[in-house]
């Protein structure tokens, strides 16, 4: 027994000496080398497929509080993950990478290129804002005066927002058609100018459409040959944009429209890409385009008195359908179909000339 603040001492008891873990070893008769026993035999701790992520900074995926800079991230930077853009004023902002979600907020007197985003880009209290932009969902709130040139697969919404001006997205950059790609865009899919506006004024327009010949970069400069982005090199020239041009909303300058669809195959992108520059080159122009899987509903009232021979057509893989406008354009795309696409399954069809015809029944093939 000791006193409570007597020293403990060292000296150990015969009785916990014996009991105290040692480290022995044990000899082979055979060898005579040593094996360690004891505590050097435990296991390494386990280690889990969480513990071998790499950390996130959270810094490298968002802009904060910049002024007067050019800034973004070049490919490759982000892969697919969030991003965030707050608080820039009269920067310069390119985003080269594909994305899961951006939100823009309070940013003012900025120009700014966003790669391809899964998900939904959301605009909140922002004002003169220049801007390209390819998404799933498009949604602005409380902003003014933004200029956006637009690929957007789902109907774009603006909600308490005054002076929207809405045009087509035309952009290149070598990554881009990956880039859409891993963010499970079709570029045949673009609402651009069907725009929803949550909060109408009566006796005002909130939003209103681009003409049609305005040049991307006179809102959005190409990156500066002295910043960061200087090796990416980036086109606005309608022929080189992955997303084709189309006219959207405007007035049709003919009644007579073709709708001119090609079913799954290996080269279908192509092959509508190739039918635009023949048809465009011919002086027609493209309205709206669709990637789309259709029913056979949908077949019968697309084709109607041809439904039958296209049916099984459709269980190959969803179609691309292009709208083209112009006087003669039906027996046109008939003679494209058989001059150039020689052994490839197409089929076009003539519009209604009443408004509601040929565009409504286009419109109502389903998306997936």
Not at 82 to 90: G, H, K, L, R
Not at 99 to 114: E, H, Q
Not at 344 to 350: G, L
Request: aromatic share 10%; charged share 25%.
């Amino acid at each position: 027994m000791g006193c409570f603040f007597s020293k403990k001492s060292k000296r150990k008891s015969p009785e916990k000496e014996e009991r105290a873990p040692t480290t022995t070893s044990a000899e082979t008769a055979s060898t005579g080398n040593a094996v360690p026993l004891g505590n050097n035999s435990e296991e390494a701790p386990k280690q889990y497929s969480w513990d071998k992520r790499e950390k996130v900074d959270p810094k490298d995926y968002m802009l904060t509080g910049l002024k007067d800079v050019t800034v973004g991230r070049l490919p490759g930077k982000l892969n697919g993950q969030q991003f965030v853009i707050q608080e820039c004023e009269n920067c310069n902002i390119y985003v080269f990478d594909h994305s899961a979600t951006i939100t823009i907020d309070d940013c003012v007197n900025c120009r700014i290129v966003l790669g391809p985003v899964k998900g939904s880009v959301f605009f909140r209290d922002c004002k003169d804002i220049k801007c390209v932009v390819a998404c799933q969902q498009f949604r602005t709130r409380d902003c003014k005066k933004m200029e956006v040139f637009l690929c957007c697969a789902t109907q774009p919404i603006i909600e308490s927002s005054t002076g929207m001006k809405f045009g087509c997205f035309q952009y290149y950059y070598p990554e881009l058609a990956f880039h859409f790609k891993d963010a499970g865009l079709s570029i045949f899919n673009n609402n651009w100018s069907n725009i929803h506006d949550f909060t109408p004024v009566s006796g005002e327009t909130n939003w209103s459409l681009m003409p049609e010949d305005s040049p991307v970069l006179d809102f959005v400069p190409a990156p500066d040959p002295e910043s960061d982005f200087k090796s990416v090199r980036v086109s606005a020239d309608p022929a080189r944009s992955i997303v084709p041009l189309t006219k959207g909303g405007r007035y049709k300058d003919s009644e007579e429209s073709c709708l001119f669809v090609f079913f799954a195959g290996e080269y279908t992108t192509a092959n509508a890409r190739k039918l635009i520059d023949e048809a465009t080159a011919k002086g027609f122009v493209l309205i709206q385009t669709k990637e789309v899987s259709m029913r056979p509903e949908d077949v019968k009232r697309v084709f109607q008195r041809d439904a039958d021979d296209l049916t099984e057509w459709i269980t190959k893989g969803p179609v691309i359908a292009l709208e083209m406008n112009g006087d003669g354009v039906v027996e046109a795309c008939k003679n494209i179909a058989s001059e150039v696409f020689s052994g490839t399954k197409v089929s076009a069809a003539r519009s209604r000339p009443d408004p509601y015809g040929f565009t409504l029944r286009f419109r109502r093939c389903h998306i997936y």
